[in-house]
């Protein structure tokens, strides 16, 4: 007889994990097998995915992912170029940004506890959490400078330089050999260590790994903060770009996309490949990388003019579509505002007007956009649901193609 159990994870910031537990048959030795699937929002959706399984709702408080969440909206709603309408919703989610900047370093000798500064740097949540994340940092810093050009009667007052180059300082300290950034802290232990991995549901968690995802977003916040304060650490910074340039290129796929460790999944971490690339100066032109990712995202565009990709492309580590090679509406804006940055609305912008299309005619009477499949991804088994995902991306990808169309010269 095989005893089968799905506990359901429903954390308190609106990620939802499913984890199957144990698989065991009675009489032999207890034993747990994990295994991670994508699920749907509710218990309805639960039974329909897991069929006759027992399932449990037990209630797990998480740390949020607030800053990370804020960080992109912040970018989706400057772009929108509304400063004058919505200055009320712009000052408190750069008040919460300031605020949220971890201005300290962890108490004592840390560093003889194995701990990394964390002074300047940016958590997934907010500063109580006290470990920032290298993407995070990066996306903050790729707002906050923005709010500085901006009236602060409209705003709020700007950041101190000083903060910045604290914001800066965490970043550089972050980068691998490799020229790639890790999410958490900086590479210290050799790969082999990953062979004792205990864990069966969770992939490269024994140490660290450069993500191309967090090599991308701090390629791009160094290029902005170069270009305002080109005289801080001007040789480190230079370097830290050109290294993290290299590491992306080095890492692209055969079929020219890159893996994405923390969004589903080649779609994702393309979209962040060709961003990094591109604020580095490259172009489609100039950068065989680009031009490849170019060709795979069009190459695995939907017949209605999205894009849609598995779960399973991130266990399985090949690019799988959705089944029906139907479409998801965050996924179609990563890969449309990739395909922007690769100046592909001066080449043919026809799989673009699709894209467009297809965003625009699935907005809700209410302005919202449907929650469909879950878009966010960790340690390569476990799926996770942002919920402000199908409202930030899909409206930042459409005032991407709305300026771009207008305006076609792009670079």
Same mark, same amino acid.
């Given at each position: ?213 967090? *090599?991308?977003? @701090? ?6 903060? &170069? =270009?305002? #304060?080109?005289?801080?650490? +001007? ?34 971490? *393309?979209?962040? @490949? ?6 580095? &100066? =490259?172009? #489609?032109?100039?950068?065989? +990388? ?122």
């Amino acid at each position: 007889m095989v005893v089968r159990t799905v506990v359901v994870l429903e954390l308190e910031n609106g990620f939802l994990i499913a984890v199957e537990q144990p698989a065991y048959h009675l009489g032999e030795r207890l034993g747990f097998q994990f295994l991670v699937y994508m699920i749907g929002l509710d218990a309805t959706q639960c039974l329909q995915n897991f069929g006759n399984f027992l399932i449990f709702f037990p209630s797990v408080q998480s740390f949020g992912s607030q800053t990370w969440d804020c960080a992109f909206a912040v970018q989706a709603l400057l772009a929108c170029n509304l400063t004058d309408e919505i200055g009320p919703i712009l000052m408190k989610a750069h008040d919460f940004l300031k605020t949220s900047q971890v201005t300290d370093n962890p108490p004592g000798d840390f560093e003889s506890m194995f701990r990394h500064a964390s002074k300047g740097g940016w958590t997934f949540s907010n500063k109580d959490h006290g470990w920032p994340v290298s993407d995070c940092t990066a996306e903050a810093l790729l707002c906050c400078p923005y709010f500085s050009m901006l009236p602060p009667e409209i705003v709020g007052e700007k950041m101190e330089p000083e903060r910045y180059y604290d914001d800066v300082n965490c970043i550089l300290s972050m980068q691998s050999k490799t020229g790639g950034v890790p999410a958490w802290e900086p590479r210290r232990a050799p790969s082999w260590l990953e062979s004792l991995n205990p864990i069966e549901f969770f992939d490269e968690v024994i140490i660290e790994h450069d993500k191309v995802e967090c *090599t991308a977003s @701090a390629l791009k916040a160094m290029t902005l903060f &170069k =270009k305002l #304060y080109p005289k801080h650490k +001007a040789k480190d910074v230079e370097n830290f770009i050109r290294n993290a340039a290299k590491f992306i290129e080095d890492t692209q796929k055969l079929d020219g996309s890159w893996y994405g460790g923390w969004g589903i999944c080649f779609t994702y971490g *393309t979209w962040f @490949a060709i961003s990094g690339l591109v604020a580095a &100066k =490259k172009t #489609y032109s100039n950068c065989l +990388a680009i031009r490849k990712a170019t060709d795979f995202l069009l190459k695995i565009q939907c017949e209605d003019g999205g894009w849609g990709e598995s779960y399973r492309s991130c266990p399985n580590k090949k690019y799988i579509p959705l089944e029906g090679n139907r479409s998801n509406l965050v996924q179609t804006s990563w890969a449309m505002m990739g395909l922007i940055h690769a100046g592909q609305m001066e080449r043919d912008p026809t799989p673009l007007h699709r894209d467009a299309k297809l965003l625009i005619n699935s907005q809700l009477e209410d302005g919202d956009f449907p929650q469909q499949e879950l878009t966010g991804a960790f340690m390569g088994n476990c799926m996770l649901h942002y919920p402000t995902y199908r409202n930030i991306f899909p409206m930042w990808a459409l005032v991407e193609y709305r300026s771009k169309f207008q305006s076609p010269k792009i670079f």
